[in-house]
């Protein structure tokens, strides 16, 4: 049974920075090509960030610059380092292959750029 399950999201004043993390079971992890996606309110779910196997990474162009994708095989886990926040970047952030099948999403978890 794949199980994705988001963390580390929160309220942030804009110029600040989040860490989120993806815990991943019942995949192979370690070869999957991951990603990183958002969806704000009245909005598509949108791809932001993807890290390959090999760990090449591509940003859209809203993040390129701010945010940094990472992966840790070890402990099945992928993370999105979010700097220079801005509250365009609100959204609700899922972690998802980002490559052949989508996974069933997991919940979630809440950013809130705001002063």
């Known amino acids: 049974q794949v199980q994705l399950v988001e963390s580390g999201g929160g309220l942030v004043q804009p110029g600040g920075s989040l860490r989120l993390s993806c815990a991943a079971s019942?995949?192979?992890?370690?070869?999957?090509?991951m990603g990183w996606y958002r969806q704000a309110p009245g909005k598509q779910r949108e791809l932001v960030a993807v890290i390959n196997s090999g760990g090449s990474t591509n940003y859209a162009d809203s993040v390129k610059g701010r945010f940094t994708i990472s992966r840790d095989n070890a402990k099945n886990t992928l993370y999105l380092q979010m700097n220079s926040l801005k509250p365009e970047d609100t959204a609700v952030y899922y972690c998802?292959?980002?490559?052949?099948?989508?996974?069933?999403w997991g919940q979630g978890t809440q950013v809130t750029v705001s002063s």
């Open positions: 998802n292959q980002a490559k052949g099948t989508l996974r069933p």
């Open positions: 019942g995949i192979i992890f370690s070869i999957a090509t």
